[in-house]
């Protein structure tokens, strides 16, 4: 089975890579649903939302000023080092990545779209006015330009995802034969329907994940195990 996925990947016009928090386990993120998704018994799902901002914009701040304090001593690993590899010897045309960790951007990858956001990207509740940290949030971030709260720049759920950045990920996928799936659970849409129009343009989707997911029923290879040691493993054979 390796063989035929190193034979896909190396026959591909078009490899696109579509990633979720899995690809970052190896560099100590922890991922949104495992066993380390949880932060003071709270759900992801119930402060990544605009809701909860509203209600309690500190405690939302707080935990992401705790995610940007672990993000900030985690480093790329060797799976997105790959990606990096493949990007830079043409193998990879565009990487879709779910996490807002930056580690992609990080490790050197140029083309990619970061469909949810980027976790030290700010923006104003009521302004035009953009910004960036780049130490871990204090308190609720006053805009600097009318005093208003700042929130993180990252895409809560019931939220729609950027109009441009979409845009473009869909003519990435329109143009993809292949849809290298790495580390996602494949649960939140629209990101987890992605791989799926690859397919219905009859594309192939090759899943690297620790376990089954939903989508897994419906890739073309299903390779079994750590992102971080599968990718690099993919790339030795490669060569
Ligand atoms: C929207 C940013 C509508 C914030 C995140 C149907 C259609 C459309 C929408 C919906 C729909 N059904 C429901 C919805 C609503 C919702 C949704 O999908 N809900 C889910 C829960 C059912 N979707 C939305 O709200 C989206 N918006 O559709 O808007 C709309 C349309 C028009 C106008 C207005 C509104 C917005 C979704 C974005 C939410 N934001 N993050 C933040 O990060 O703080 S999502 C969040 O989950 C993260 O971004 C994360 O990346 C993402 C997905 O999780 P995964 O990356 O997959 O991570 P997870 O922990 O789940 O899984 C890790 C995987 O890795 C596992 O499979 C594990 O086995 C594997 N793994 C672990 N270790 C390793 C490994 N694999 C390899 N190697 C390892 N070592
Ligand atoms: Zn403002």
Same mark, same amino acid.
């Given at each position: 089975m390796l063989q035929?996925?190193?034979?896909?990947?190396?026959t591909a016009d078009y490899m696109?890579?579509?990633t979720g928090a899995g690809i970052s386990k190896e560099s100590n993120v922890p991922t949104f649903r495992g066993e380390d998704g949880l932060w003071r018994n709270y759900d992801a799902m119930e402060l990544a939302t605009p809701d909860?901002?509203?209600?309690?914009p500190s405690l939302v701040w707080e935990w992401y000023a705790w995610r940007q304090g672990l993000i900030a001593n985690?480093?790329?690993? $060797?799976?997105?080092?790959?990606?990096?590899k493949w990007e830079q010897e043409g193998i990879l045309k565009s990487l879709i990545t779910q996490n807002v960790d930056g580690l992609h951007i990080r490790a050197g990858s140029t083309i990619v779209y970061e469909v949810h956001g980027d976790l030290w990207a700010l923006k104003c509740v009521s302004c035009d006015y953009k910004g960036r940290l780049d130490v871990p949030a204090e308190g609720i971030p006053p805009?600097?330009?009318c005093d208003n709260n700042l929130r993180p720049d990252v895409v809560w759920f019931g939220e729609s995802l950027d109009r441009d950045t979409i845009s473009n990920v869909y003519q990435e996928l329109e143009k993809a034969?292949?849809?290298?799936?790495?580390g996602t659970s494949s649960f939140v849409q629209p990101a987890a329907s992605f $791989?799926?129009?690859?397919?219905?343009?009859?594309?192939?989707i090759i899943e690297v994940n620790i376990e089954r997911t939903p989508l897994t029923s419906a890739v073309d290879y299903h390779l079994s195990g750590k992102a971080g040691e599968i990718l690099p493993q993919l790339d030795?054979?490669?060569s």
């Open positions: 035929s996925v190193i034979d896909v990947i190396a696109v890579a579509l909860a901002f509203r209600r309690d985690c480093n790329p690993n $060797p799976a997105h080092l790959t990606l990096v805009c600097p330009k034969d292949v849809c290298l799936v790495i $791989p799926l129009i690859v397919k219905q343009s009859g594309g192939l030795l054979l490669l």
